[in-house]
């Protein structure tokens, strides 16, 4: 099972960024796949989720009506499009691979490498 995620980088205040997460090693339909985001001194929180048949979407307050996750099965790719970002979106952004959508990190089994978003104000 491998997570690669990928689409980081510096963007300004209200720009937008798209995160992939390419999985291999299992097939999407049969797992939620969870963004996490973890800001330097902060705990890693859950961004948003999605179920393996993608009928079923979850955000977190802060992200909501900002960010939108989907889901590309035929690909094996989860997307995060990330609208109207602000400095406090800045943080190493994973994807990770869960058998449920719970919000905790620890229900969570395999974990991309994370890749790094920068919001300059």
């Known amino acids: 099972v491998q997570l690669q995620a990928s689409g980081g980088g510096l963007a300004q205040a209200g720009g937008s960024l798209r995160l992939s997460c390419v999985v291999s090693g299992f097939t999407l339909d049969r797992y939620a796949i969870g963004w996490f985001r973890q800001a330097p001194g902060k705990e890693r929180e859950r961004v948003s989720c999605i179920t393996g048949s993608g009928a079923s979407t979850y955000y977190a307050d802060s992200v909501k009506g900002r960010f939108m996750i989907s889901s590309d099965n035929a690909k094996n790719t989860v997307f995060l499009q990330m609208n109207s970002l602000k400095p406090e979106d800045t943080a190493i952004y994973y994807c990770?691979?869960?058998?449920?959508?719970?919000?905790?990190?620890?229900?969570?089994?395999?974990w991309g490498q994370g890749t790094l978003v920068t919001v300059s104000s």
């Open positions: 990770a691979q869960g058998d449920s959508t719970s919000d905790s990190r620890y229900e969570y089994d395999y």
